[in-house]
């Protein structure tokens, strides 16, 4: 019984979305490692092309612009939409 407590238990835990421990971030003036961190679904590839975008093109005037990253979909975007920050 105590066995299958502790397998129903750790579904549970495993279940719950990794969106939760993500923190908020500034994808303005977040570094790589920052973003990478904090992002759901964004490695340090990914991380690095947002901070090339940035540097390239300016500021992101809205999270939606994260789109215009090669590599950031709009699942991406929706996983993120309560830890991005803009100003």
Sequence with gaps: ?????QSVLLSLLLSI?????AGQVNINKAD???LSAELVGVGEKKAEAIVAYRTAN?????AADLMNVK?????TL??????ILIK
């Excluded at 979305?17 to 421990?21: C, K, Q, T």
Aim: proline share 0%; charged share 20%; aromatic share 6%.
């Design 1 to 5: 019984m105590m066995k299958i407590i």
């Design 17 to 21: 979305s990794a969106s939760v421990f």
């Design 32 to 34: 790589a490692a920052t």
């Design 58 to 62: 300016g500021s992101f005037k809205s």
């Design 71 to 75: 590599g950031i979909a709009e699942a």
């Design 78 to 83: 929706k996983k993120n939409a309560d830890n």
